[in-house]
């Protein structure tokens, strides 16, 4: 009896410390899987238009072309118009920089609020994620120059690569390269008078979408870019070099 209680106090601080060890890290595994679950579940809720987008084939839509889906609530006069809108849009985009290689989901909308309701505005927006690419066209947005500006954030995302499209592009390079497919009159350069301070001030400052004039600046910055070598140069960034050793701008 004498050994057995001279093992169990010479143990019983190193048998507790184990089980207080046992327990924290019990704990940690838990508040760790509650963390995480937390974090899928507010990124799940925030990003829910771009998981639906990309992952459910829109209810009662109809699939004019492969992955280009047309509401419902359109006719089919209007599926031959917009299909051949697109593919004018396509063609702008390969004349300005070369033959594309993105394949985006499209969904065409027919009302503002089927728009909103895959989280666009009514001209159109582009969901980007690593799951791929999702444009989705408001009523007011059914031209050459939204979806060929729409179209051209899908090609330079699908060409640097989720990752890096993250870490290394800035959405005022993104949009400024979109805006060179973009003919809106408000992007053309005859049409923009800004001080070179606005101009550069817009890469310093989280970009506006509603702001005419953050567009117009970041058309003056991409004007230097060589189109030809655009895609040349996107595949330097998906590599890991950094943007402005590869664009002067």
């Not at 004498?2 to 507790?16: E, G, K, Q, V």
């Not at 947005?141 to 939204?146: E, F, M, R, S, Y």
Request: net charge neutral.
């Amino acid at each position: 009896m004498a050994s057995f209680h001279i093992l169990t106090n010479y143990h019983l601080p190193i048998i507790w410390a184990l089980v207080l060890q046992g327990s924290f890290v019990h704990k940690l595994k838990l508040a760790l899987i509650a963390g995480v679950s937390f974090i899928i579940l507010i990124g799940g809720i925030s990003q829910r238009h771009i998981i639906g987008c990309q992952l459910i084939t829109p209810s009662g839509y109809l699939e004019i072309e492969p992955n280009i889906f047309f509401s419902p609530s359109a006719n089919s006069i209007q599926s031959d118009e917009l299909l051949s809108i697109i593919n004018l849009a396509k063609s702008r985009i390969n004349n300005t920089f070369g033959n594309m290689t993105s394949s985006p989901k499209v969904i065409i909308t027919a009302t503002e609020n089927e728009a909103v309701s895959f989280g666009s505005n009514p001209y159109g927006v582009i969901h980007l994620s690593a799951l791929g690419q999702c444009i989705v066209l408001g009523p007011e947005g059914q031209n050459i120059d939204v979806i060929a500006h729409e179209y051209t954030h899908a090609e330079v995302h699908h060409r640097v690569g989720w990752l890096n499209y993250l870490i290394n592009v800035p959405t005022w390079f993104n949009e400024g390269v979109a805006t060179l497919v973009d003919f809106r009159k408000p992007y053309l350069l005859e049409n923009i008078d800004l001080t070179q301070n606005e101009i550069n001030s817009v890469k310093n400052q989280t970009f506006n979408h509603t702001e005419i004039k953050h567009y117009q600046a970041v058309r003056v910055l991409a004007s230097g870019i060589n189109k030809s070598r655009l895609y040349e140069n996107l595949e330097k960034l998906k590599q890991g070099q950094n943007i402005s050793s590869v664009f002067a701008m």
